[in-house]
């Protein structure tokens, strides 16, 4: 079973709106934590936010939030405001127990945004 | 100033040669990773060191062989190459520290062609 599952392969907005992408995971270890990262097509991984297990409250950096359903096993990324600049692959991840454990990656989500 | 860096960037070679990648972070941290990126972009990790020390080493072909000297470098050597090895190779760190969130710092990626 995927631990990690995006089920959006493409999402597109328009500047200015509000974008939603979905991620779902699975697992049974009580300590987690949940990450999103963005590729732009230059390639680089950039972290945007994080979100652990035992946090009650919504992660939030900027224009990003993380809509946190611990009961549905949900963590998905809402990014306010597009901008054209967020054109990029957003990945999902997860670490299953401490800090120091790999990351297990979702497929990913091709966001463009349009003028 | 870069805190995670891999050489070489760019990487061309024919089928049946060896080669290596080689990666140091100056974050202090005292973990490091290889994930290897397909041609669809999945992630997927291939090891994981803990002061110097083998963590993770999933399923992959022991042609690829990680070499730690010391916690700041993890190298990945890689024997007699195929065509199914084309593929970005990141390099990532963390602090595994208790109240450390378990991000991750990637490289910029190698990418290996393989003719």
């Known amino acids: 079973a995927q631990k990690i599952t995006q089920t959006q392969p493409g999402m597109f907005v328009q500047e200015k709106e509000a974008v939603t992408l979905d991620c779902t995971y699975d697992t049974s270890d009580p300590s987690y934590g949940l990450f999103w990262y963005k590729q732009p097509s230059s390639g680089e991984m950039i972290f945007l936010i994080y979100q652990g297990s035992y946090d009650q409250q919504n992660a939030t950096e900027g224009r990003y939030s993380l809509n946190f359903q611990k009961a549905r096993k949900s963590a998905n990324l809402v990014i306010s405001a597009s901008q054209l600049g967020d054109s990029a692959m957003y990945f999902c991840?997860?670490?299953?127990?401490?800090?120091?454990?790999?990351?297990?990656f979702g497929k990913g989500t091709t966001l463009s945004v349009s003028s | 100033d870069t805190a995670v860096s891999q050489t070489p960037k760019y990487l061309v070679t024919q089928m049946g040669n060896d080669k290596s990648i080689k990666c140091e972070q100056n974050l202090g941290h005292d973990t490091m990773y290889w994930y290897k990126q397909d041609s669809k972009k999945f992630l997927k990790i291939m090891f994981s060191?803990?002061?110097?020390?083998?963590?993770i080493n999933e399923t992959v072909p022991n042609r690829f062989s990680p070499k730690s000297p010391d916690k700041a470098h993890l190298n990945l050597h890689i024997n007699s190459l195929e065509l199914g090895d084309s593929a970005v190779y990141f390099c990532?760190?963390?602090?595994?520290?208790?109240?450390?969130?378990?991000?991750?710092?990637f490289g910029e990626g190698s990418r290996l062609t393989v003719l």
């Open positions: 060191y803990n002061n110097k020390e083998l963590i």
């Open positions: 990532a760190s963390s602090h595994p520290r208790e109240s450390a969130t378990g991000e991750l710092f």
């Open positions: 991840a997860m670490r299953e127990g401490g800090a120091g454990t790999a990351l297990i």
